[in-house]
Protein backbone atom coordinates (compact mmCIF):
# COMPACT_ATOMS: atom_id res chain seq x y z
CA UNK A 1 0.00 0.00 0.00
CA UNK A 2 1.25 3.47 -0.69
CA UNK A 3 2.60 6.02 2.40
CA UNK A 4 -0.11 8.51 2.61
CA UNK A 5 2.51 11.36 1.82
CA UNK A 6 3.10 9.97 -1.83
CA UNK A 7 -0.86 9.16 -1.92
CA UNK A 8 -3.02 11.04 -5.03
CA UNK A 9 -6.69 10.25 -5.04
CA UNK A 10 -7.89 9.25 -8.28
CA UNK A 11 -11.56 9.65 -8.84
CA UNK A 12 -11.45 7.42 -11.86
CA UNK A 13 -9.74 3.89 -9.37
CA UNK A 14 -12.07 2.14 -7.39
CA UNK A 15 -10.40 1.93 -4.19
CA UNK A 16 -12.92 -0.24 -2.64
CA UNK A 17 -10.59 -3.47 -2.38
CA UNK A 18 -7.39 -1.63 -0.54
CA UNK A 19 -10.23 -0.43 1.79
CA UNK A 20 -10.93 -3.80 2.86
CA UNK A 21 -7.68 -4.90 2.77
CA UNK A 22 -6.31 -2.40 5.40
CA UNK A 23 -9.63 -3.03 7.40
CA UNK A 24 -8.58 -6.72 7.81
CA UNK A 25 -5.15 -5.52 8.66
CA UNK A 26 -6.38 -2.91 11.59
CA UNK A 27 -8.88 -6.16 12.57
CA UNK A 28 -5.97 -8.82 12.85
CA UNK A 29 -3.68 -5.71 15.35
CA UNK A 30 -6.67 -5.38 17.34
CA UNK A 31 -7.55 -8.96 17.64
CA UNK A 32 -3.59 -10.26 18.00
CA UNK A 33 -3.87 -7.88 21.66
CA UNK A 34 -7.61 -7.98 23.07
CA UNK A 35 -9.31 -11.19 23.61
CA UNK A 36 -13.59 -11.25 22.64
CA UNK A 37 -14.54 -11.65 26.18
CA UNK A 38 -11.54 -10.69 28.59
CA UNK A 39 -11.80 -11.92 32.23
CA UNK A 40 -13.39 -10.08 35.26
CA UNK A 41 -11.69 -7.10 36.36
CA UNK A 42 -12.06 -3.92 38.85
CA UNK A 43 -11.77 -0.59 37.21
CA UNK A 44 -7.72 0.40 37.56
CA UNK A 45 -7.53 0.04 33.66
CA UNK A 46 -10.49 2.40 33.17
CA UNK A 47 -8.64 4.73 35.55
CA UNK A 48 -5.21 4.38 33.43
CA UNK A 49 -7.42 4.40 30.25
CA UNK A 50 -8.95 7.86 30.78
CA UNK A 51 -6.14 9.44 33.25
CA UNK A 52 -5.51 12.31 31.31
CA UNK A 53 -9.41 13.07 30.01
CA UNK A 54 -10.75 15.58 32.43
CA UNK A 55 -14.45 14.93 30.76
CA UNK A 56 -14.38 11.22 31.98
CA UNK A 57 -13.31 11.02 35.38
CA UNK A 58 -16.24 12.47 37.01
CA UNK A 59 -18.53 9.27 35.00
CA UNK A 60 -16.08 7.19 36.22
CA UNK A 61 -16.68 7.76 39.77
CA UNK A 62 -20.07 7.15 39.18
CA UNK A 63 -19.03 3.76 37.63
CA UNK A 64 -17.32 2.50 40.56
CA UNK A 65 -19.88 3.82 42.85
CA UNK A 66 -22.52 1.62 40.85
CA UNK A 67 -20.50 -0.91 40.00
CA UNK A 68 -17.96 -3.38 41.03
CA UNK A 69 -16.12 -5.13 38.27
CA UNK A 70 -16.32 -4.82 34.61
CA UNK A 71 -15.14 -7.48 31.78
CA UNK A 72 -13.74 -5.90 28.61
CA UNK A 73 -15.19 -6.90 25.30
CA UNK A 74 -13.22 -6.44 21.91
CA UNK A 75 -13.62 -3.56 20.07
CA UNK A 76 -14.78 -5.17 16.28
CA UNK A 77 -17.67 -3.18 15.77
CA UNK A 78 -19.33 -6.72 17.12
CA UNK A 79 -19.10 -5.38 20.93
CA UNK A 80 -22.44 -4.90 22.08
CA UNK A 81 -23.63 -8.10 20.66
CA UNK A 82 -21.11 -10.19 21.70
CA UNK A 83 -21.49 -7.97 25.19
CA UNK A 84 -25.28 -9.15 25.84
CA UNK A 85 -24.72 -12.23 24.60
CA UNK A 86 -22.20 -12.95 26.54
CA UNK A 87 -23.32 -11.53 29.78
CA UNK A 88 -27.02 -12.77 29.46
CA UNK A 89 -25.60 -16.29 29.07
CA UNK A 90 -23.00 -15.68 31.80
CA UNK A 91 -26.81 -14.36 33.75
CA UNK A 92 -28.44 -17.88 32.87
CA UNK A 93 -25.77 -19.91 34.87
CA UNK A 94 -27.92 -19.20 38.24
CA UNK A 95 -31.38 -18.62 36.65
CA UNK A 96 -32.84 -21.97 35.30
CA UNK A 97 -36.32 -20.49 34.91
CA UNK A 98 -35.04 -17.68 32.85
CA UNK A 99 -32.78 -20.13 30.97
CA UNK A 100 -36.27 -22.29 30.14
CA UNK A 101 -38.31 -18.99 28.95
CA UNK A 102 -35.62 -18.07 26.67
CA UNK A 103 -34.52 -21.85 25.48
CA UNK A 104 -38.18 -21.72 24.35
CA UNK A 105 -38.05 -17.87 22.62
CA UNK A 106 -34.83 -19.39 21.11
CA UNK A 107 -36.17 -22.54 20.04
CA UNK A 108 -39.40 -20.67 17.96
CA UNK A 109 -37.15 -17.87 16.15
CA UNK A 110 -36.01 -20.19 13.90
CA UNK A 111 -39.21 -20.54 11.94
CA UNK A 112 -40.16 -17.40 12.52
CA UNK A 113 -37.17 -15.86 10.81
CA UNK A 114 -37.93 -18.46 7.84
CA UNK A 115 -40.97 -17.46 7.51
CA UNK A 116 -39.65 -13.71 6.99
CA UNK A 117 -37.62 -15.07 4.35
CA UNK A 118 -33.87 -15.52 5.77
CA UNK A 119 -32.08 -18.06 3.53
CA UNK A 120 -33.21 -21.44 5.32
CA UNK A 121 -30.00 -23.28 4.66
CA UNK A 122 -27.65 -20.73 6.23
CA UNK A 123 -30.44 -19.61 9.60
CA UNK A 124 -30.86 -23.27 10.24
CA UNK A 125 -26.57 -23.68 10.52
CA UNK A 126 -26.44 -20.27 12.60
CA UNK A 127 -29.67 -21.60 15.10
CA UNK A 128 -28.12 -25.08 15.43
CA UNK A 129 -24.99 -23.72 16.38
CA UNK A 130 -26.53 -21.11 18.54
CA UNK A 131 -29.10 -23.52 20.46
CA UNK A 132 -26.09 -26.29 21.00
CA UNK A 133 -24.13 -23.08 22.76
CA UNK A 134 -27.21 -22.12 24.80
CA UNK A 135 -27.81 -25.73 25.70
CA UNK A 136 -24.53 -25.65 26.87
CA UNK A 137 -25.68 -23.95 29.98
CA UNK A 138 -27.67 -26.22 31.25
CA UNK A 139 -25.49 -29.83 31.31
CA UNK A 140 -21.95 -27.69 32.29
CA UNK A 141 -23.00 -24.65 34.79
CA UNK A 142 -19.46 -23.39 34.17
CA UNK A 143 -18.46 -19.90 33.56
CA UNK A 144 -15.58 -21.37 32.25
CA UNK A 145 -17.88 -22.81 29.90
CA UNK A 146 -19.27 -19.98 28.58
CA UNK A 147 -16.13 -18.43 28.48
CA UNK A 148 -14.85 -20.64 26.26
CA UNK A 149 -18.15 -20.29 23.81
CA UNK A 150 -17.24 -16.42 24.06
CA UNK A 151 -13.78 -16.81 23.09
CA UNK A 152 -13.51 -19.40 20.52
CA UNK A 153 -13.92 -17.11 17.48
CA UNK A 154 -15.65 -18.90 14.89
CA UNK A 155 -18.65 -19.75 17.56
CA UNK A 156 -18.86 -16.43 19.16
CA UNK A 157 -19.27 -14.82 15.56
CA UNK A 158 -22.04 -17.67 14.82
CA UNK A 159 -23.94 -16.49 18.14
CA UNK A 160 -23.22 -13.03 16.96
CA UNK A 161 -24.75 -13.17 13.39
CA UNK A 162 -27.60 -15.05 15.15
CA UNK A 163 -28.32 -12.01 17.40
CA UNK A 164 -28.31 -10.08 14.38
CA UNK A 165 -30.25 -12.00 12.95
CA UNK A 166 -33.15 -11.67 15.46
CA UNK A 167 -32.66 -7.44 15.66
CA UNK A 168 -32.93 -7.71 12.02
CA UNK A 169 -35.90 -9.99 11.50
CA UNK A 170 -38.02 -7.72 15.23
CA UNK A 171 -37.33 -4.47 13.14
CA UNK A 172 -38.85 -6.05 9.52
CA UNK A 173 -41.74 -7.75 11.26
CA UNK A 174 -42.59 -4.31 12.99
CA UNK A 175 -41.50 -2.16 10.34
CA UNK A 176 -44.39 0.32 10.87
CA UNK A 177 -43.39 1.12 14.33
CA UNK A 178 -40.10 1.43 14.03
CA UNK A 179 -39.62 3.07 10.66
CA UNK A 180 -40.07 6.55 11.79
CA UNK A 181 -36.55 6.14 13.64
CA UNK A 182 -34.83 5.62 10.39
CA UNK A 183 -32.78 8.49 8.78
CA UNK A 184 -32.23 8.96 5.17
CA UNK A 185 -35.35 7.93 3.85
CA UNK A 186 -34.27 4.22 3.99
CA UNK A 187 -36.46 1.51 4.34
CA UNK A 188 -36.08 -1.33 6.95
CA UNK A 189 -35.12 -3.75 4.33
CA UNK A 190 -32.04 -1.38 3.70
CA UNK A 191 -31.45 -0.11 7.02
CA UNK A 192 -31.54 -4.69 8.30
CA UNK A 193 -29.02 -5.11 5.03
CA UNK A 194 -26.53 -2.21 5.94
CA UNK A 195 -26.80 -1.45 9.62
CA UNK A 196 -27.78 -4.72 11.36
CA UNK A 197 -27.20 -7.78 9.37
CA UNK A 198 -23.57 -7.56 8.39
CA UNK A 199 -20.56 -8.36 10.75
CA UNK A 200 -18.53 -5.19 12.33
CA UNK A 201 -21.81 -2.94 11.71
CA UNK A 202 -21.80 -1.01 15.40
CA UNK A 203 -24.80 -0.72 16.91
CA UNK A 204 -27.43 1.77 17.63
CA UNK A 205 -30.44 2.76 20.20
CA UNK A 206 -32.75 0.47 17.72
CA UNK A 207 -30.46 -2.30 17.39
CA UNK A 208 -30.94 -2.47 21.26
CA UNK A 209 -34.42 -1.92 21.20
CA UNK A 210 -34.98 -4.57 19.06
CA UNK A 211 -32.89 -7.07 20.70
CA UNK A 212 -34.41 -6.56 24.56
CA UNK A 213 -37.93 -6.78 22.97
CA UNK A 214 -37.73 -9.74 20.66
CA UNK A 215 -36.00 -11.96 23.17
CA UNK A 216 -37.34 -10.20 26.28
CA UNK A 217 -34.04 -9.85 28.09
CA UNK A 218 -33.72 -6.35 30.01
CA UNK A 219 -30.70 -4.65 29.98
CA UNK A 220 -29.33 -1.33 31.38
CA UNK A 221 -26.78 0.90 29.14
CA UNK A 222 -24.72 3.42 31.27
CA UNK A 223 -23.29 6.17 29.10
CA UNK A 224 -20.32 7.22 29.41
CA UNK A 225 -20.28 10.56 27.29
CA UNK A 226 -18.60 13.55 26.78
CA UNK A 227 -21.35 15.75 28.30
CA UNK A 228 -22.02 17.10 31.63
CA UNK A 229 -23.18 15.61 34.69
CA UNK A 230 -23.93 12.27 35.75
CA UNK A 231 -23.25 9.07 33.81
CA UNK A 232 -26.71 8.26 32.69
CA UNK A 233 -28.50 5.20 32.30
CA UNK A 234 -31.29 3.51 30.44
CA UNK A 235 -33.22 0.35 30.61
CA UNK A 236 -34.31 -1.20 27.43
CA UNK A 237 -37.44 -1.91 27.70
CA UNK A 238 -38.33 0.88 30.13
CA UNK A 239 -39.85 0.17 33.16
CA UNK A 240 -38.41 -3.24 33.74
CA UNK A 241 -35.78 -4.72 35.92
CA UNK A 242 -32.78 -5.53 33.93
CA UNK A 243 -30.59 -8.75 34.26
CA UNK A 244 -27.50 -7.59 32.23
CA UNK A 245 -25.78 -4.18 32.49
CA UNK A 246 -23.34 -2.56 30.31
CA UNK A 247 -20.86 0.28 30.06
CA UNK A 248 -21.28 2.33 26.55
CA UNK A 249 -18.39 4.73 26.27
CA UNK A 250 -18.27 6.16 22.86
CA UNK A 251 -18.22 3.78 20.09
CA UNK A 252 -17.79 1.22 22.40
CA UNK A 253 -19.74 -1.38 24.84
CA UNK A 254 -18.35 -3.59 27.74
CA UNK A 255 -20.17 -5.50 30.47
CA UNK A 256 -20.50 -3.79 34.24
CA UNK A 257 -21.28 -6.07 37.40
CA UNK A 258 -22.84 -4.87 40.70
CA UNK A 259 -21.08 -7.53 42.64
CA UNK B 1 -9.22 -23.08 5.69
CA UNK B 2 -10.68 -22.77 9.16
CA UNK B 3 -12.91 -25.55 9.80
CA UNK B 4 -16.25 -23.46 10.07
CA UNK B 5 -15.13 -21.78 6.34
CA UNK B 6 -14.88 -25.22 5.01
CA UNK B 7 -17.78 -27.09 6.64
CA UNK B 8 -20.43 -24.39 5.19
CA UNK B 9 -18.62 -24.35 1.80
CA UNK B 10 -18.91 -27.82 1.80
CA UNK B 11 -22.51 -28.01 2.90
CA UNK B 12 -23.42 -24.68 0.37
CA UNK B 13 -22.15 -26.65 -2.70
CA UNK B 14 -24.51 -29.15 -2.07
CA UNK B 15 -26.92 -26.74 -1.67
CA UNK B 16 -26.14 -24.85 -5.09
CA UNK B 17 -26.17 -27.87 -6.39
CA UNK B 18 -29.51 -28.96 -5.97
CA UNK B 19 -30.81 -25.44 -6.65
CA UNK B 20 -33.42 -25.23 -8.99
CA UNK B 21 -31.18 -22.79 -11.12
CA UNK B 22 -28.85 -25.71 -11.64
CA UNK B 23 -31.44 -27.67 -12.70
CA UNK B 24 -32.03 -24.93 -15.05
CA UNK B 25 -28.81 -24.34 -15.94
CA UNK B 26 -28.78 -20.84 -14.98
CA UNK B 27 -25.94 -20.92 -12.37
CA UNK B 28 -22.91 -23.73 -12.13
CA UNK B 29 -20.69 -24.16 -9.20
CA UNK B 30 -17.58 -26.17 -9.29
CA UNK B 31 -14.28 -26.53 -7.46
CA UNK B 32 -10.67 -25.60 -8.93
CA UNK B 33 -8.53 -28.28 -8.46
CA UNK B 34 -10.51 -30.27 -5.67
CA UNK B 35 -9.69 -27.40 -3.57
CA UNK B 36 -12.31 -25.43 -1.92
CA UNK B 37 -11.01 -22.50 -1.43
CA UNK B 38 -10.68 -21.71 -5.00
CA UNK B 39 -13.77 -21.93 -7.08
CA UNK B 40 -15.13 -21.51 -10.70
CA UNK B 41 -18.83 -20.35 -10.92
CA UNK B 42 -20.81 -19.58 -14.09
CA UNK B 43 -23.81 -17.99 -14.76
CA UNK B 44 -25.91 -17.54 -18.24
CA UNK B 45 -27.00 -13.80 -19.40
CA UNK B 46 -30.26 -13.38 -18.40
CA UNK B 47 -32.83 -12.76 -21.14
CA UNK B 48 -33.41 -9.39 -22.45
CA UNK B 49 -30.24 -7.90 -21.53
CA UNK B 50 -27.19 -7.69 -24.39
CA UNK B 51 -25.82 -10.54 -22.41
CA UNK B 52 -28.65 -13.02 -23.03
CA UNK B 53 -27.48 -16.65 -23.66
CA UNK B 54 -23.92 -15.36 -23.26
CA UNK B 55 -21.79 -17.82 -20.74
CA UNK B 56 -20.01 -16.17 -18.07
CA UNK B 57 -16.87 -17.91 -15.80
CA UNK B 58 -15.89 -16.23 -12.35
CA UNK B 59 -13.52 -16.47 -10.37
CA UNK B 60 -14.28 -17.25 -6.94
CA UNK B 61 -11.76 -17.14 -3.78
CA UNK B 62 -13.01 -17.67 -0.18
CA UNK B 63 -10.94 -15.94 2.65
CA UNK B 64 -10.03 -17.58 5.95
CA UNK B 65 -12.77 -15.88 7.70
CA UNK B 66 -15.95 -17.27 5.38
CA UNK B 67 -18.72 -16.58 5.78
CA UNK B 68 -17.98 -13.56 8.13
CA UNK B 69 -16.42 -11.79 5.30
CA UNK B 70 -17.28 -11.93 1.72
CA UNK B 71 -15.74 -14.05 -1.21
CA UNK B 72 -13.75 -12.32 -3.18
CA UNK B 73 -15.55 -12.83 -6.72
CA UNK B 74 -13.95 -11.39 -10.35
CA UNK B 75 -15.70 -12.13 -13.97
CA UNK B 76 -13.10 -14.57 -15.79
CA UNK B 77 -14.87 -13.73 -19.22
CA UNK B 78 -14.79 -10.20 -20.45
CA UNK B 79 -17.84 -8.32 -20.26
CA UNK B 80 -19.05 -4.72 -20.88
CA UNK B 81 -21.13 -3.50 -18.28
CA UNK B 82 -20.71 -0.17 -16.15
CA UNK B 83 -20.35 -2.14 -12.42
CA UNK B 84 -17.85 -4.58 -13.92
CA UNK B 85 -14.23 -3.49 -15.14
CA UNK B 86 -13.35 -4.10 -18.40
CA UNK B 87 -10.13 -4.95 -18.39
CA UNK B 88 -9.50 -7.10 -14.66
CA UNK B 89 -13.40 -8.46 -14.54
CA UNK B 90 -13.09 -7.15 -10.92
CA UNK B 91 -16.84 -6.01 -9.74
CA UNK B 92 -18.54 -3.28 -7.69
CA UNK B 93 -21.58 -5.16 -6.06
CA UNK B 94 -22.57 -4.05 -2.37
CA UNK B 95 -22.83 -7.47 -1.15
CA UNK B 96 -19.80 -8.42 -1.96
CA UNK B 97 -18.20 -5.63 0.07
CA UNK B 98 -19.76 -3.76 3.40
CA UNK B 99 -23.00 -5.21 2.69
CA UNK B 100 -21.90 -9.02 2.76
CA UNK B 101 -24.00 -11.22 5.52
CA UNK B 102 -22.82 -14.16 6.94
CA UNK B 103 -26.60 -15.29 6.45
CA UNK B 104 -25.35 -15.26 2.26
CA UNK B 105 -24.59 -17.68 0.22
CA UNK B 106 -22.93 -18.11 -2.80
CA UNK B 107 -26.31 -19.10 -4.33
CA UNK B 108 -26.69 -15.82 -3.80
CA UNK B 109 -23.73 -14.36 -5.21
CA UNK B 110 -24.24 -15.60 -8.35
CA UNK B 111 -28.09 -14.56 -8.39
CA UNK B 112 -27.15 -11.13 -7.25
CA UNK B 113 -24.58 -10.98 -9.98
CA UNK B 114 -27.32 -12.10 -12.73
CA UNK B 115 -29.28 -9.09 -11.49
CA UNK B 116 -27.03 -6.97 -11.53
CA UNK B 117 -26.32 -7.76 -15.52
CA UNK B 118 -29.88 -6.86 -15.89
CA UNK B 119 -30.09 -3.72 -13.38
CA UNK B 120 -27.19 -2.08 -13.83
CA UNK B 121 -25.86 0.86 -11.32
CA UNK B 122 -23.94 3.24 -13.58
CA UNK B 123 -24.20 6.06 -10.31
CA UNK B 124 -21.92 3.52 -8.40
CA UNK B 125 -19.71 2.53 -11.10
CA UNK B 126 -16.70 -0.13 -11.92
CA UNK B 127 -15.54 1.16 -14.76
CA UNK B 128 -16.05 4.55 -15.75
CA UNK B 129 -15.56 4.78 -19.61
CA UNK B 130 -18.35 2.04 -19.54
CA UNK B 131 -20.73 3.70 -16.86
CA UNK B 132 -20.65 7.45 -19.13
CA UNK B 133 -21.46 5.58 -22.45
CA UNK B 134 -24.28 3.47 -20.96
CA UNK B 135 -26.08 6.70 -19.36
CA UNK B 136 -24.44 8.84 -22.72
CA UNK B 137 -25.62 6.98 -25.25
CA UNK B 138 -27.75 3.98 -24.51
CA UNK B 139 -28.61 2.37 -28.16
CA UNK B 140 -24.42 2.14 -28.52
CA UNK B 141 -23.96 0.66 -24.84
CA UNK B 142 -26.46 -1.87 -25.58
CA UNK B 143 -24.90 -2.89 -28.74
CA UNK B 144 -21.51 -2.68 -27.50
CA UNK B 145 -22.79 -5.26 -24.49
CA UNK B 146 -23.93 -7.88 -27.10
CA UNK B 147 -21.12 -7.66 -29.34
CA UNK B 148 -18.84 -8.61 -26.32
CA UNK B 149 -21.08 -11.18 -25.09
CA UNK B 150 -20.76 -12.23 -28.94
CA UNK B 151 -17.03 -12.30 -29.29
CA UNK B 152 -16.39 -13.07 -25.17
CA UNK B 153 -19.38 -15.00 -23.52
CA UNK B 154 -20.62 -17.30 -26.96
CA UNK B 155 -24.13 -15.10 -26.94
CA UNK B 156 -25.76 -15.08 -30.48
CA UNK B 157 -24.44 -12.76 -33.36
CA UNK B 158 -26.71 -10.28 -34.82
CA UNK B 159 -26.60 -8.08 -37.71
CA UNK B 160 -25.76 -4.87 -36.03
CA UNK B 161 -22.30 -7.16 -35.66
CA UNK B 162 -21.06 -6.78 -39.02
CA UNK B 163 -20.64 -3.05 -39.30
CA UNK B 164 -18.44 -3.27 -35.72
CA UNK B 165 -16.43 -5.99 -37.45
CA UNK B 166 -16.03 -4.51 -40.27
CA UNK B 167 -14.55 -1.48 -38.30
CA UNK B 168 -12.28 -3.75 -36.29
CA UNK B 169 -10.74 -5.03 -40.04
CA UNK B 170 -10.26 -1.67 -40.78
CA UNK B 171 -8.08 -1.13 -37.47
CA UNK B 172 -6.50 -4.45 -38.29
CA UNK B 173 -5.58 -3.43 -41.79
CA UNK B 174 -4.03 0.00 -40.16
CA UNK B 175 -1.35 -2.25 -38.48
CA UNK B 176 -3.06 -2.71 -34.94
CA UNK B 177 -3.03 -6.44 -34.52
CA UNK B 178 -3.73 -7.36 -30.62
CA UNK B 179 -7.94 -7.90 -31.23
CA UNK B 180 -8.70 -7.22 -27.40
CA UNK B 181 -7.20 -3.62 -27.55
CA UNK B 182 -9.45 -3.20 -30.88
CA UNK B 183 -12.11 -4.15 -29.68
CA UNK B 184 -11.82 -2.28 -26.43
CA UNK B 185 -10.10 1.05 -28.32
CA UNK B 186 -13.68 0.91 -30.33
CA UNK B 187 -15.89 0.32 -27.18
CA UNK B 188 -14.80 2.81 -25.34
CA UNK B 189 -14.64 5.87 -28.15
CA UNK B 190 -18.37 4.86 -29.48
CA UNK B 191 -16.99 2.67 -32.35
CA UNK B 192 -15.69 6.39 -33.90
CA UNK B 193 -13.18 4.65 -35.77
CA UNK B 194 -10.63 7.87 -35.99
CA UNK B 195 -10.97 8.45 -31.81
CA UNK B 196 -10.46 4.85 -31.30
CA UNK B 197 -7.03 4.78 -33.62
CA UNK B 198 -6.02 7.61 -31.92
CA UNK B 199 -6.57 6.00 -28.45
CA UNK B 200 -4.44 3.40 -29.77
CA UNK B 201 -1.84 5.30 -30.75
CA UNK B 202 1.12 5.37 -28.59
Partial sequence: MEKAADFHYNAEQNYDEETIIQQREIEKEIAGCQDLVGPKEDFTTLDREFEHDVAFLKKIQDVKQRYRRFRRIRADGNCFFRAFGFAYFESLLKNPDEFKRFQDIALKSKDELITLGFPQFTLEDFHETFMQELNKIETNKSIEGVLQTFNDCGTSDYIVVYLRLIVSGFLQKNEDFYQSFLDGGRTMREFCNQEVEPMGRESDHIHIIALSQATGICVQVDYMDRGDGNLISHVFPEDSSPSIYLLYKPGHYDILYKE | ?202
Fill in chain 2, 1 to 202: MSNIALTRIQREFKEVIKSDEVKNCQIKLEPFEDNFTHLKGEIIGPPDTPYQGGKYTLDIVIPETYPFNPPKVKFLTKIWHPNISSQTGAICLDILKDQWAAAMTLRTVLLSLQALMSAAEPDDPQDAVVATQFKQHPEIFRSTASFWAYVYAEAPRNEKMKEYEEKLKQLQEMGFHEKNSRITALSSKNWDLQAAMEFLLP
